[in-house]
């Protein structure tokens, strides 16, 4: 059995922070629950990578002609119900759907819940050990919380990006990092709010910004500022601790990375080139790092002439830390990934499948063979939600979406 | 809101970052943690500095005090006889192990997760290790930035200037992979305790930093499965021609999806009258022609600086932001409104600022009420006081380098 079975979430959130993080907690076994509505659908629906045609998602509405992978990816194993929040009586069914539930997730924008009546406060008055967790991309605290913060625009105030490209040139961006690390911190705090919650009975409501879970990856910078007025600048691929190191083309466009950290790796990595010179064999990483140019240059050689994947067992079977540059292809095909089966094959409804990263954490005891479920079309669980859960007989549901409530 | 860790006993061994960080977690909340080093010289961060004038001194590494606050620190080498029996001791009464130690480093250790599980049935042990406990490339050397090359990250790292057909894929500098792969450890650990309040049984967790980084490039892998097809690092680049645009004083970077925030910005720039052409209409059509639209956008940005652009582009509701140097985000007047900095002891009498953990209101972390440990701090403490070791055997373990 996983080990989330008995929790439940009412998950508002959309894209994709929050659904990373609630992805986390349905592959362990939690009850997950998006509301959504067709009025202000999730954008991940439809515009986050290729398309899957709504047939053979399976879809019973007809108001998503198709589904995005992207979207799939960050949502298998949940459920969707929907209520347009901009009614009252759908506003009182999820807050009723509310008391059911242990987690409320949101990333909607610091205030749109509390306009709703759906803020912390309101809730915890019906439910007072709701966990209640706020994700956005300042937090909603302070002079700039109420800007517009997409995690691939804010990623850039965290300080991140100055360190990323060459020097003197174009910032490098990770795409969306902003919005995975938020993601990945936010199911720490909610599994520490539940294990409290375990403890006391105790609520809470938790307010996590993007911005602050990336700077904490930088506090190595940070410190030497602060100690140093040092100002960290990009490096290219290069690491003044690590000498050398880069990324090298090799055959067939491929490129491999190749990290050295000690002086017997480098000493390896001559055996591996071939190098003969004892000057540049026994240099110490200082004397490295100025003979960096010509050590990049016969690397490079080395490597143009063998794949990568050819390049990188050289390489390891030395000891010298390297990889492959993988592009998503180079990832499907990853020995190693397969063999711990890190990838997910989920079915369609109606034919064929999708493969998902999984997350990272095996569980070695007891877990059984989970089952794995494709994400929810819009609505999916309606039935689940407003019939079985909050028990509403099937005409009052009718009802509820002839009058839009249910929409 | 008081410790919410506080009934719970953690034991960290491996250095680094990653099982330190996971083990900050923790610490952090209250949680008595308590670090292992091997004897002499200690965990490797302390030599990684930075150092307060670049002096290094193994007591003053920023990155060490950073991760390690509230800790309690042992030095102890489990591959001797005395050792082993020593941490096996700890181990019984211990609710969460952090260890990143090679695979099969425990087993080496006459200290298999197995054996450690029968003795101690609800004992949760979570591995982090480069690639897993399992797998051809269990034994592989890496560091953080081959990592996030082996994960396909360098080819989802771009860059608008891109030399296509020059650059090589970005690396992303420090330790992005530790830290991502110490936060799933950590929720994992949480999830195995939410399972052990039910079942009192533990579990051994086995988490791989390179699936840490690669679950992060989940849309485009998904995508490929299902039409075999990369996106080209040109048409990423392209499809964010509005990143890292070169102002007065640097770069900025602006998000501008719907036709409404659009109009905002052209509001912003004086509604030039290039706007009106029919190429820069909507979306689609501003993607096309992405190359005659960027130079003209620069026009106006060229003339302003990043703080002018930030703070006029949000007031138009424009999801613009600067690309903040490191010097400028520690002066960011909404971290400081967040309280988004520690103050950490270092130096005897010097205290720095480092980041604060992101968590806020109920989930508050402990400020840093013990500084880092010296190296050997609490054996006294936690051998003679816990484990019932003598002074006299401590000196005979220092001295037969088991402690």
């Known amino acids: ?407 | 809101m008081s410790a919410i860790f506080g009934n719970l006993k953690a034991v960290e061994v491996g250095g680094g970052v990653a099982a330190p960080y996971c083990a900050k977690l923790f610490a952090d909340l209250g949680a008595e943690t308590i670090k292992i080093e091997p004897p002499g010289c200690g965990d490797p961060v302390r030599s990684a500095g930075p150092f307060p004038g670049d002096s290094p001194d193994p007591e003053c590494s920023g990155l060490f005090h950073f991760l390690n606050t509230n800790k309690f620190g042992i030095t102890l080498d489990p591959s001797k006889p005395t050792g082993r029996a020593l941490l096996r001791h700890l181990l019984r009464n211990a609710d969460i192990l952090i260890e990143s130690e090679k695979p099969g480093t425990l087993a080496s250790w006459g200290l298999p997760p197995q054996d450690l599980l029968a003795e101690n049935p609800g004992l949760v042990i979570v591995s982090i290790t480069p690639f897993g406990q399992t797998g051809p490339y269990r034994d592989y050397a890496a560091t953080d930035m081959t990592l996030w090359h082996f994960s396909s990250l360098g080819m989802q790292t771009f860059t608008r200037s891109y030399a296509y057909e020059e650059d090589p894929p970005w690396s992303v500098p420090g330790y992005q992979a530790s830290f991502a792969s110490a936060v799933a450890a950590a929720s994992a650990a949480l999830a195995a305790l939410f399972q052990r309040h039910r079942t009192g049984r533990g579990q051994h967790i086995d988490v791989s930093m390179q699936e840490a980084l690669v679950s992060t490039n989940r849309s485009d892998f998904s995508t490929y499965s299902i039409e075999g097809m990369v996106w080209p690092r040109k048409e990423v680049a392209l499809a964010n021609a509005l990143t890292c645009l070169p102002c007065k004083d640097g770069y900025v970077s602006m998000v501008i999806n719907e036709q409404h925030q659009w109009e905002s910005f052209l509001k912003l720039l004086g509604s030039p009258e290039w706007s009106k052409e029919e190429i820069f209409r909507d979306n689609e059509k501003r993607r096309l022609y992405m190359d005659a639209l960027v130079p003209l956008v620069l026009e106006w940005t060229m003339q302003h600086t990043k703080e002018e652009i930030y703070r006029a582009g949000q007031a138009q509701r424009v999801a613009v932001f600067p690309v903040y140097t490191i010097e400028e985000v520690t002066n960011y007047p909404q971290l400081e409104a967040r309280e988004a900095w520690q103050s950490l002891s270092i130096a005897p009498g010097k205290a720095y600022r480092g980041p604060a953990l992101p968590y806020r209101n109920g989930v508050r972390p402990l400020s840093a009420w013990l500084a880092a440990p010296r190296l050997g701090q609490h054996n006294e403490l936690v051998f003679c006081g816990r484990l019932g070791v003598s002074r006299e055997e401590l000196v005979i373990l220092r001295e037969g380098r088991t402690i």
């Open chain 1, 1 to 407: 059995m996983q080990p989330l079975v008995g929790l439940r979430v009412a998950d508002f959130s959309r894209v994709l922070a929050g659904p990373y993080a609630t992805l986390h907690l349905a592959l362990w076994g939690a009850e997950v629950i998006r509301i959504e509505s067709t009025r202000r659908m999730d954008m991940s629906r439809r515009g986050l990578g290729g398309r899957v045609p709504a047939h053979v998602m399976g879809q019973v509405r007809s108001a998503e002609g198709f589904v995005t992978t992207g979207f799939v990816a960050v949502n298998i194993n949940k459920r969707s119900c929907r209520l347009d929040l901009t009614k009252a009586k759908a506003r009182e069914l999820g807050k009723q759907l509310i008391q059911l539930s242990d987690v409320v997730t949101e990333n909607m924008g610091p205030g749109t819940l509390e306009r709703l009546g759906m803020g912390y406060e309101e809730l915890r008055s019906i439910k007072p050990d709701l966990i209640y967790v706020s994700l956005s991309g300042l937090g909603r605290t302070g002079p700039d919380s109420g800007y517009i913060a997409y995690g691939n625009s804010l990623q850039h105030v965290t300080g991140l990006t100055s360190l990323l490209g060459y020097p003197n040139g174009t910032p490098a961006s990770p795409a969306y990092w902003a919005d995975w690390t938020a993601g990945m911190n936010a199911v720490f705090a909610i599994l520490a709010a539940v294990y409290h919650r375990e403890e006391t009975g105790e609520g809470q409501l938790i307010d996590i910004s993007m911005l602050e879970t990336v700077t904490p990856t930088l506090a190595e910078e940070i410190l030497d500022y602060s100690m140093n007025r040092r100002c960290a600048q990009p490096r290219g691929n290069r690491d003044p601790r690590h000498v050398p190191q880069g990324v090298y083309r090799c055959a067939q466009d491929t490129w491999v990375a190749v990290s050295v950290t000690t002086d017997a790796q480098w000493k390896a990595l001559c055996g591996v080139l071939g190098l003969q010179d004892p000057i540049i064999i026994e240099a110490d990483s200082a004397r490295r790092e100025r003979l960096h140019d010509e050590l990049d240059r016969r690397i490079a050689t080395w490597a143009a002439e063998r794949t990568a994947a050819d390049a990188v067992e050289v390489l390891q079977g030395a000891g010298v830390p390297s990889a492959i540059s993988y592009d998503v292809a180079g990832l499907s095909q990853d020995p190693h990934l397969r063999q711990r089966g890190f990838f997910i094959t989920v079915p369609f409804r109606g034919g064929g499948t999708i493969e998902i990263c999984g997350v990272p954490a095996k569980f070695a005891l007891g877990q059984g063979t989970p089952e794995y479920r494709n994400a929810p079309t819009l609505g999916e669980h309606d039935d689940y939600v407003f019939n079985q859960l909050l028990g509403l007989d099937r005409e009052t549901t009718a009802q509820l979406v002839s009058e839009g409530v249910i929409y």
